[in-house]
């Protein structure tokens, strides 16, 4: 089944790029774009998307309050960022309020689409200055952590995780099987407290846990 893709974009130059890269690519049922997030209530009910592609800065309604409105609707849609904005303010604040991943601008055609089709696989893609700066956030001392009893594995699984990997290239990293990466995800979103690969990714970032 091709994954079913709506796009959000104000630049009317970027969005017809889009659209068409989006129309063009193998695997990928492209089904329409807008310029804003005003009715995006009705478009995600009638369209019932797998993915969305979302600019931040938008008039009207932008990408964040798109997104919080998705998040309202459903956790299984899967919200990939598309901006040129790379603050730690907006990214941290993306990943909260539950993105999927963080592609900057500048990212290629061909890694937005990879992006588009890993979202959808379990992956977390992001721009690798994007990922540099969550992993140096991750990696900066917090005497407060909260122990969440996650072992060795869990951790490593759980790093992986906020990498962007997808469970498959999960379980290639550590050498093991799909079913198992799935099974330690499971117990990690048990000791965590939470009920999705975004919350579990936020909470890890948020309180530095790995």
Request: proline share 3%; glycine share 6%; net charge negative.
């Amino acid at each position: 089944m091709p994954v079913r893709v709506l796009l959000y974009e104000d630049n009317p130059k970027l969005r017809v790029g889009l659209s068409f890269l989006l129309e063009s690519s193998a695997g990928i049922e492209f089904l329409d774009s807008y310029e804003n997030c005003e009715n995006i209530d009705n478009q995600i009910l009638s369209q019932k998307p797998d993915v969305v592609l979302m600019d931040i800065d938008m008039p009207i309604a932008d990408g964040f309050s798109g997104l919080k409105t998705i998040r309202k609707h459903s956790n299984s849609i899967q919200v990939v960022m598309l901006t040129v904005f790379d603050s730690d303010e907006h990214i941290f604040e993306a990943l909260k309020l539950g993105a999927n991943g963080y592609l900057l601008k500048t990212t290629s055609p061909a890694q937005i689409v990879e992006g588009v089709l890993s979202v959808h696989e379990g992956g977390v893609p992001m721009s690798a200055a994007i990922a540099r700066k969550v992993l140096a956030f991750m990696s900066q001392k917090n005497t407060q952590n909260i122990d969440y009893q996650l072992t060795k594995r869990e951790k490593e699984v759980l790093e992986n995780l906020v990498k962007g990997l997808s469970y498959k290239m999960i379980a290639h990293q550590i050498g093991t099987g799909i079913d198992t990466v799935r099974a330690h995800i499971k117990h990690i979103y048990e000791k965590l407290h939470v009920h999705s690969q975004t919350e579990a990714v936020a909470k890890a970032i948020n309180e530095r846990i790995i």
